[in-house]
Each structure stands twice: as C-alpha cells, then as structure tokens.
C-alpha cells in the first residue's frame, strides 16, 4: 500500500509516497479501512515538522482526520457493515464522558500511533463513525478535528444561542467551523483576519463585523467600541500567547475565553487581576470525544452546514497540500483525495 511518512529531515519539502507493507487482517475489536480522504489541521503541521511536544518518531504516518470504507471487520464488531463509509476520531479511546488522561492516549497521527495519511488504515471499530449519504468524503474528512474542537468549545462556553456575541479569530478550519455553528445558531459574530480577502469571503459567509487586525492592531479596542464597552460573550482564541492578553481585553464580564490555538506561541503572560474583575473563565479545549463528533453530525445536518474546502490535492501532492497549509493562504480546510483501487 502507499502512505507518507515522515522523513529524518522533518522538511515538508522533503515529504513523498512510500510503498509500505499491507496491514494483516484486523484484530478482535478493530477494522481495516480503505482510505478515501483525510483533512489537514495545523496539529499535522508541527507533527510533520517535529516542533516541541508534537515532535514524532521518524517513519511516522502522520494525519489524524479521515473518511475510509469498511473494507474488513475483525472479530466482535457488531456496529459497523462492509462497504460503509466511517470517519475517524483524533483520539479512538475517548468515546465519551469527561476527558482523562486515559482517554488521551494514543492519538492519531502524533507522537504516539501512526495516522490515516495511508491508503489502507486498521482501526478501533469503537472510535469511528457513520458518515451520512449527505456528506461527500472530502467535507466528512474536515469534521473530526476542527469540527468537534469548534464544537466543544462552543456548547462548553453555551454560547451556541441567538443572544450571544462571539469573537473568532482567523479563518483557519477549527475558527470557520465555530463561524457557522455560531451562525447557524443565531449568534452574533465579530470576526478577525489579516487579509480583507478572506474578510470578504466572511462577509459572504454571513458575518456582519469583521476587524482586519493588521490594520488594526488594537482589535480589542474595535470590539469593545462594536459592542458599545461591553465586550463579547466568547471568544475563539486561535492566537495562544499572540493573542490571549487582548482575548481577555475584548471578553464581557461573566466571559469565557476558549484557547484553542497555538500560533502565537505556547506561554503568555496574563493580567490576572483582569481574570478577578471580570469574573472570566479560561477553557482549555482539547478536540472532543466520539460522543461530540455525533452531536456535531446531527447539527450539521438539522441545519445543513457544510464544511469550507479550500484545496483538495491528490496523495501524490501531499507535500504540497502541507506546504499549502503552512503559507497561511487557506480560507477552509486543506484535504487529501486517496486513489484507492
């Protein structure tokens, strides 16, 4: 079978297809998938790159999100058929409940297990899910990581509701998702970007407020004066420590700021004394269970989003799918089509 692995240099440049070993029949509790899809998240680029804590062995497949078909099912699995069409979970053995350190073992396509960037995939059968016939497998690829990390935060933060005001920075796969649930929901959102290009194509997606932060570097101050000094409900912090200080700025008293992102870096100094007055809550969101995935679905149905595709390249133009994310050019998710025979 073929699979991109990640090479001794840890240089997207240096990223091709390999002819790598058939996996053998599935175990007891697993499937073998046959790869149709997967999506890119800016996790797979410090994976492929090995920045810090992401950093993998070489030889890893990297890729935690995708759409396979159920190609063979090992024994004791009852939930799945041959022929049908699953999506993956970033981490197989959180299923559901609260997150433990447990549940975070094991995740795809990092430092500790291979990912999905293969033409052939085994599998938990536990860990997967039903794509809908509604879905293609390019837009079911993009749910599993961005979409249920948009989704954790957003039902956590309970701001998935016609009153509320949310802030969303950028325009990455995780802060497009949030931009249509919130939408979808009814929501206020003020967005930010550093390309009046993608603010346009927020614009035309449904967003009234944008704040080019470029341009406008005090972006806390603009959202203050649109919310009339109050602040906003929730906001989608994508810039870490690039952005939390201002993040905490532009909240409301009574706030949740939800990080998400790391792009800005991973330590910042924060006013504490600001956490005090305004009674704000900090959330740490770690993508979501099984459980959040299902849930996003049957959202994502009722109200008819669909998923924002920047790119779609071949698996033989995988390195540049990569390097396609890396530029910061996307508007919407980069994805990989697998040519399975």
Request: overall charge neutral; some cysteine; glycine content about 10%.
């Amino acid at each position: 079978m073929q699979a991109i692995r990640i090479p001794p240099s840890y240089d997207l440049h240096d990223l091709t297809v390999v002819e790598v070993p058939d996996p053998p029949p599935p175990p007891p509790g697993n499937v073998l998938l046959a790869m149709q899809a997967v999506s890119l998240n800016y996790r797979d680029l410090m994976v492929a790159r090995g920045h810090d804590r992401w950093r993998p062995p070489v030889g890893r497949i990297p890729v935690s999100d995708g759409v396979g078909i159920v190609s063979a099912i090992g024994p004791d699995v009852d939930r799945l058929t041959l022929g049908q069409r699953v999506m993956t979970t970033i981490l197989p053995r959180w299923i559901s409940g609260p997150m433990t350190r447990d549940k975070l073992e094991g995740s795809l396509g990092g430092r500790a297990r291979d990912g999905v960037l293969a033409t052939r995939v085994i599998l938990p059968a536990e860990s997967v899910v039903p794509v809908p016939d509604d879905l293609t497998d390019v837009e079911a690829a993009c749910l599993p990581c961005a979409g249920v990390t948009a989704w954790h935060a957003v039902t956590r933060a309970g701001s998935l509701r016609p009153d509320a005001t949310v802030l969303v920075q950028g325009t990455g796969g995780v802060a497009l998702f949030a931009v249509q649930l919130l939408l979808a929901a009814g929501a206020r959102v003020i967005a930010t970007s550093s390309s009046d290009d993608k603010l346009a194509k927020l614009h035309r997606l449904g967003v009234r407020d944008t704040i080019n932060y470029r341009t406008t570097p005090n972006w806390d101050v603009e959202v203050l004066r649109l919310t009339a000094g109050r602040g906003v409900d929730h906001v989608i912090d994508i810039g870490g420590a690039g952005s939390l200080a201002r993040s905490m700025s532009a909240v409301a008293v009574e706030g949740v700021v939800s990080m998400i992102g790391v792009i800005g870096g991973l330590k910042a100094e924060i006013d504490i004394g600001m956490a005090f007055d305004k009674n704000l809550r900090l959330d740490g969101v770690e993508t979501g269970s099984r459980a959040m995935l299902e849930e996003l679905l049957a959202f994502v149905m009722a109200h008819r989003v669909k998923p924002v595709v920047d790119r779609v390249f071949s698996l033989v133009a995988a390195r540049d799918a990569f390097l396609r994310l890396e530029s910061g050019g996307h508007f919407g998710k980069v994805c990989i089509v697998l040519d399975v025979q």
